[in-house]
């Protein structure tokens, strides 16, 4: 089956940590470049970060660099997202998207994982 | 970093009605935008890519128009299934941004 199944949410105090996870299924993991969107309660999307392919580049949200790494694993076909330094402005769904270069669009998406930072 | 500003921010309408959704970019973005449709408690899903082609599978009573600065979503004639949560991204430069999202409320 063609899937996105995020993991990982949870409750974490302000400056905890906490690390997504983002199985992937269905389709060739190691050819697309991946993405991570986030959805404050009741509010618009937002984009997170995004990594090429075979992982050598990476780019952020000015909101989140120094704290958040997105990394994968096209062996474990498996994106991940190492969020530190947590503010309670980060609570949010957090979405795994795949995103087709030729097509220009995200033809994928998760069913999504809720952070919730609070103390 | 370009700012999408997605207007209005919700309308009500009636089944069968045309609708119009406007996006605007702080500076010229080609045709590097795309349109999405989010429900209550679901993730989004893809309509139209590079400004105005239609994803497969989308009902063809959805386009979208533009370039440049300015862009359109129309849905010729509005149905039960389309009441939901608009936004348009632009993938132009990073970071990639969003607009703020149009509600369509039943009328």
């Known amino acids: 089956e063609v899937q996105l199944v995020e993991s990982g949410g949870g409750l974490v105090q302000p400056g905890g940590s906490l690390r997504l996870s983002c199985a992937a299924s269905g389709f060739t993991f190691s050819s697309y470049w991946m993405s991570w969107v986030r959805q404050a309660p009741g509010k618009g999307l937002e984009w997170v970060a995004n990594i090429k392919p075979d992982g050598s580049e990476k780019n952020y949200v000015d909101s989140v660099k120094g704290r958040f790494t997105i990394s994968r694993d096209n062996v474990k076909t498996s994106l991940y997202l190492q969020m530190s330094s947590l503010r309670a402005e980060d609570t949010a769904v957090y979405y795994c998207?795949?995103?087709?270069?030729?097509?220009?669009?995200?033809?994928?998406w998760g069913q999504g994982t809720l952070v919730t930072v609070s103390s | 970093d370009i700012q999408m500003t997605q207007s209005p921010s919700s309308l009500s309408a009636s089944v069968g009605d045309r609708v119009t959704i406007t996006c605007r970019a702080s500076?010229?973005?080609?045709?590097?935008l795309g349109w999405y449709q989010q429900k209550p408690g679901k993730a989004p899903k893809r309509l139209i890519s590079a400004a105005s082609t239609l994803q497969s599978g989308v009902p063809s009573r959805f386009s979208g128009s533009g370039s440049g600065t300015e862009f359109t979503l129309t849905i010729s004639s509005l149905q039960p299934e389309d009441f939901a949560t608009y936004y348009c991204?632009?993938?132009?430069?990073?970071?990639?941004?969003f607009g703020g999202g149009t509600k369509v409320e039943i009328k």
């Open positions: 998207a795949k995103w087709v270069q030729l097509e220009s669009t995200f033809d994928m």
């Open positions: 500076q010229g973005i080609r045709n590097d």
């Open positions: 991204l632009q993938h132009n430069s990073y970071p990639l941004t």
